[in-house]
């Protein structure tokens, strides 16, 4: 688990507290921290640039001669082969006598005797891994948001300043596979509670889930609560840079606005989410059950599985469209023509989650997460809180109500333990009061 240090910041007053502190203290008060890792060690003089004019080399096919603001009186002249770049663009440069990622050192030079006045860099150039780059991205340059200041650091708007914590989580602490989670173990370190911004979910009372979708559960150990939500009139687009910088230094590639979201989810509270194309679903059921021997479902990855009766399937009530808590379906997938997505926020049995996941080599952060357990307090509440933000970022309108089947009854764990065996078992003399105080933090 990838820890971001500033994302910690949102909620927790850690101005007095460096990343190595931290690492340290929560490295012995239980939670091993194997590294801290800040993106931007060892790269330098790489700024934002603003392309003002691209025009073909005259004796290339593929390079392209860019005039660009660097921040400078003077444009500067630099040839790039990058095949999205295009006049108007905010981009990422690397000066002359720059330093870009493996320490290579970028020079003025010429490119088909034309002058280049360093390089205009792609996310790989910056050390980010292939997997984690955004898809629009992969083979090309990226581009900055339209703030950005030429001549500025870029390090600050790729959050490349932040620190990243990789936290070694063991079988019994699944509470710190979420930002949430980890935040309340850092606040009872330092005697804070943590303080997570609220959010406003607002509904079309004229229009009801009931018209859209109901669920179904075949059996209830498959999965004791799923829920699902409407949002309709949605528009798929590229995600903020705030939101795909939090992905990125999470380890997990941007895709779009939707598909991000449920991610961004995923890390703030722990709780695997599942966006389906509605008008893919080609139904207005969905029934949650076991898969019968030999039937098909290709998954997002391309490969069509054949399943068998231990896997859990989702269905539109007929074939299946997901294998449950492992990995989605192709055909219902988010894609740019969508415009109403079906939010599943769910929690299946962990053992069959691991088998079927451990079968089709299909571990992925949703599968490791249902394994391990995750907060059956905040299922239903991450879901809300997905449907508010593609309100918000995908400029969707959410459709009232919530299509549920659950037998859950959550209620806080009570623990029953004496002073006696505690102080017998730690070797102190604490009295209740601090043993009161140290469960309040």
């Not at 005259?58 to 921040?71: K, T």
């Not at 009766?309 to 023509?337: F, H, K, Q, Y």
Request: charged fraction near 25%.
């Amino acid at each position: 688990m990838n820890v971001s240090y500033q994302w910690l910041k949102e909620y927790l007053d850690l101005s007095n507290v460096t990343p190595e502190a931290l690492a340290d203290k929560m490295s012995r008060t239980g939670i091993e921290i194997e590294d801290v890792a800040i993106p931007e060690t060892g790269l330098k003089k790489i700024v934002v640039g603003h392309a003002v004019e691209v025009v073909n080399h005259p004796d290339s096919d593929h390079l392209h001669i860019c005039q660009v603001d660097i921040g400078e009186e003077e444009l500067s002249q630099i040839v790039c082969g990058a095949p999205n770049i295009a006049a108007g663009q905010k981009i990422i440069v690397a000066l002359p006598g720059s330093r870009i990622t493996g320490n290579a050192k970028i020079k003025k030079g010429k490119m088909r005797g034309q002058v280049s006045n360093g390089m205009v860099c792609s996310l790989a150039e910056l050390g980010f891994s292939e997997k984690v780059v955004p898809k629009k991205y992969a083979d090309g340059i990226y581009i900055l948001p339209e703030h950005a200041v030429p001549g500025e650091p870029v390090f600050p708007y790729l959050a490349m300043d932040d620190a990243i914590l990789e936290l070694s989580i063991t079988p019994n602490r699944a509470d710190a596979l979420s930002m949430r989670g980890v935040a309340h173990e850092v606040g009872a370190i330092y005697d804070q509670q943590p303080k997570f911004p609220s959010f406003e979910l607002t509904e079309d009372k004229t229009d009801s889930v009931a018209n859209y979708i109901k669920v179904a559960v075949e059996n209830s150990e498959d999965a004791p609560s799923y829920n699902v939500r409407i949002v309709k009139d949605v528009k798929v687009a590229e995600s903020p840079m705030w939101l795909q910088t939090k992905l990125m230094n999470a380890g997990i590639r941007p895709l779009n606005n939707v598909v991000d979201i449920t991610n961004y989810i995923l890390l703030e509270y722990g709780q695997p989410l599942h966006a389906f194309d509605y008008d893919q679903l080609q139904s207005k059921e969905i029934l949650v059950r076991h898969a019968t021997d030999g039937e098909a479902l290709t998954t997002l990855d391309g490969v069509e599985r054949s399943l068998t009766s231990e896997d859990i399937v989702i269905t539109n009530g007929a074939i299946p469209v997901a294998l449950a808590g492992t990995m989605g379906g192709l055909d219902s997938e988010i894609e740019d023509r969508t415009v109403t997505v079906a939010i599943e926020a769910a929690v299946f049995d962990a053992i069959s989650i691991r088998k079927t996941a451990k079968k089709y080599n299909l571990r992925s952060e949703s599968s490791s997460r249902f394994e391990k357990g995750i907060n059956l307090a905040t299922i239903t509440t991450a879901g809300d809180h997905a449907a508010a933000l593609m309100a918000e970022l995908a400029g969707g309108t959410v459709v009232a109500g919530v299509a549920s089947q659950s037998i859950l009854a959550v209620q806080d764990k009570v623990v029953t333990i004496t002073l006696e065996k505690i102080n017998r078992s730690l070797g102190t003399s604490i009295t209740t009061e601090e043993v009161t105080a140290i469960f309040d933090r």
